[in-house]
């Protein structure tokens, strides 16, 4: 009997493929009613006073995509859709989230809050409206690039939370 030889390379990529079809998910078959079968998602908008560029867009290209990953909804145009997801952006906070002993700021957290309007277009009626409020760190003193990783991961938690609201929450 022949051993048969694995190339570290191989075996990785395969560890790695296998553990991330095992990770997936979709909520697919939760308890969205059987006759909203799409959803509009308006661009959000921005009332923060923030003033980053492109924000409103990359939240709403962002919740998009997780819409669509996951499956609950088609996306579809507002003139079309069963249901609309209206959100703005009420506010972004950057504070300090950690001192040192010599009162420098070590880390900083943004904040974000996002007022959701979920309507129902087949029955003409509002589901929810809600506040979703999250935060991001980021390390003081990188300049605007460490500032975006904080703004990210605030908006990567709230547009879970909106999917999971809306797909899970009735």
């Not at 493929?17 to 908008?45: E, Q």
């Not at 939240?59 to 003139?79: E, G, P, Y």
Request: glycine fraction near 8%; proline fraction near 4%; include cysteine.
């Amino acid at each position: 009997m022949t051993a048969v030889r694995i190339h570290p390379v191989a075996a990785c990529a395969a560890l790695v493929l296998v553990a991330s079809v095992a990770g997936c998910y979709s909520f697919t078959g939760a308890s969205v009613p059987p006759h909203l079968k799409s959803i509009a998602l308006p661009l959000v908008d921005d009332q923060s006073g923030f003033g980053e560029p492109g924000l409103r867009e990359k939240f709403t290209n962002d919740l998009t995509v997780l819409f669509i990953t996951d499956n609950s909804f088609q996306v579809a145009d507002r003139s079309t859709a069963d249901a609309i997801l209206r959100g703005t952006i009420a506010s972004i906070t950057d504070a300090p989230a950690s001192v040192e002993q010599n009162e420098q700021v070590r880390t900083r957290r943004i904040t974000m809050t996002v007022r959701v309007v979920f309507q129902d277009m087949v029955l003409k009626k509002t589901v929810w409206e809600k506040n979703f409020s999250n935060w991001g760190d980021y390390e003081s003193g990188g300049g605007p690039s460490q500032r975006q990783v904080g703004l990210t991961e605030a908006s990567r938690k709230i547009t879970e939370d909106i999917l999971l609201e809306t797909v899970s929450g009735w």
